[in-house]
C-alpha cells in the first residue's frame, strides 16, 4: 500500500510538472504580442518594455520557465498584473470560502444523491423510481447558471429568505451550496441507483433477506457498501471541481472564491493570476485522486496493491 501510495506521488509530480509547463506557456500560445494585450492598444513603447522586462519575457524561453518553476516550487507564483499583490496570497484568501461552500455543497449532493438512488433501487419499476430518475435526467439538463438564477428569484427576491449575494456567512452559502448540490445529486443518484439495482439482484441479499434481516439493514450494510468505489470516486472527483472552483456559480452568486477570482483574471488579462489559479486547481486534481485511490483499500479489502511478477 505505501509502495503504491508513493508511486501515485511520483507519478502525480509528473503530471503537475506537465501542467506547470502548459501554465508557463499559456502566456506564449496567445496569438500576438501578450504584453500589449495585458496594456491594451494605447499603451506606450516604454510601458511595454518595462512590463516585458518585468515579466522576464525578453530573456531565453528555457530560462524564463527555470524561473517560473523555480519559484512555484518556493510557493511562489507571481504577482497579480490587477492588484499587485502575489498571487499565491490571493489564492490563499479566496481559497477558505470556496472550501466552505465545497463541503456545503457536497453535503447536500451526498444526502439527496444518494438517498434518491438507494429509494429508486428499492422501489425499482415503480412510480418512486420512474419519478426520481425524470428529477435526476432533468437536473442533469440544467444549466448551472439558470438554477442559480432561478433560486435566486425564488428564495431571494420574491420570497426574501436568503440574501442575494456576495457575503460569506450561513444564510449566504445556502443557495449557491444547494444550486451545485442539487447539480451534483443527480449524476449521483443515478450512479447509485445503477450499483443498487445491480447488486440488490445477487445472492447474498437473497440470504440476508431470508434470514430475517431488516431491510434498511440490507440495503445499507450489504448492497451500499459495495457500490461505495464507484461512488467515492465520483464523489471524490466533483469535490476536488467545487475546491477548485465552481467558476459559474460563483460568479452567478458574487461568491468570493477561487472560481470568481479566475474569471476576474481573465476579463482583466491577469496572466499570472490565471497561471497560477490554473496550477493550483489541477494541483488539487492531483492530491485528491491519491486520496481516493487510498481510500479504495479501506472501502474493499480484498483490493491489493502489490505488484507480482510474472512466476511468482
Request: overall charge positive; glycine content about 10%.
Amino acid at each position: 500500500m505505501k509502495q503504491y501510495i508513493f508511486k501515485r506521488l511520483i507519478s502525480g509530480v509528473i503530471v503537475l510538472f506537465g501542467l506547470s509547463i502548459f501554465t508557463f506557456m499559456l502566456i506564449h500560445f496567445i496569438p500576438g504580442d501578450p504584453v500589449r494585450i495585458m496594456l491594451g492598444q494605447r499603451a506606450t513603447v516604454e510601458q511595454i518594455e518595462a512590463l516585458r522586462e518585468e515579466l522576464g519575457l525578453n530573456k531565453p524561453l528555457v530560462t524564463q520557465y527555470l524561473s517560473y518553476a523555480s519559484g512555484v516550487v518556493k510557493g511562489d507564483l507571481g504577482t497579480s498584473l490587477k492588484t499587485g499583490r502575489p498571487v499565491s496570497t490571493e489564492i490563499a484568501e479566496r481559497f477558505p470560502a470556496t472550501a466552505k461552500m465545497a463541503v456545503a455543497s457536497l453535503g447536500v449532493a451526498v444526502v439527496v444523491g444518494i438517498g434518491m438512488g438507494v429509494l429508486a433501487a428499492r422501489w425499482k419499476d415503480t412510480f418512486i423510481d420512474n419519478f426520481i430518475m425524470t428529477l435526476s435526467t432533468f437536473g442533469m439538463a440544467l444549466p448551472g447558471f439558470w438554477l442559480g438564477l432561478l433560486v435566486i428569484l425564488v428564495f431571494s427576491v420574491h420570497l426574501g429568505w436568503f440574501p442575494i449575494a456576495g457575503g460569506t456567512g450561513f444564510m449566504d452559502i445556502v443557495l449557491p451550496a444547494f444550486t451545485l448540490g442539487i447539480l451534483m445529486a443527480t449524476s449521483l443518484s443515478r450512479l447509485t441507483r445503477a450499483g443498487m439495482v445491480e447488486v440488490l439482484s445477487n445472492d447474498y441479499i437473497r440470504t440476508a433477506r431470508a434470514k430475517g434481516m431488516s431491510e434498511r439493514l440490507v440495503l445499507m450494510r450489504h448492497a451500499f457498501r459495495n457500490v461505495m468505489i464507484p461512488i467515492v470516486a465520483v464523489i471524490g472527483l466533483e469535490f476536488a471541481g467545487l475546491l477548485g472552483g465552481a467558476v459559474i456559480v460563483e460568479q452567478v452568486f458574487n461568491w468570493p472564491g477561487i472560481g470568481t477570482l479566475a474569471i476576474q483574471a481573465i476579463s482583466s488579462r491577469d496572466f499570472p493570476m490565471i497561471q497560477g489559479t490554473t496550477l493550483f486547481i489541477g494541483a488539487i486534481y492531483v492530491l485528491v485522486v491519491i486520496v481516493i485511490d487510498g481510500l479504495y483499500a479501506i472501502l474493499d479489502p480484498r483490493i491489493d496493491y502489490t505488484v507480482k511478477r510474472e512466476g511468482v
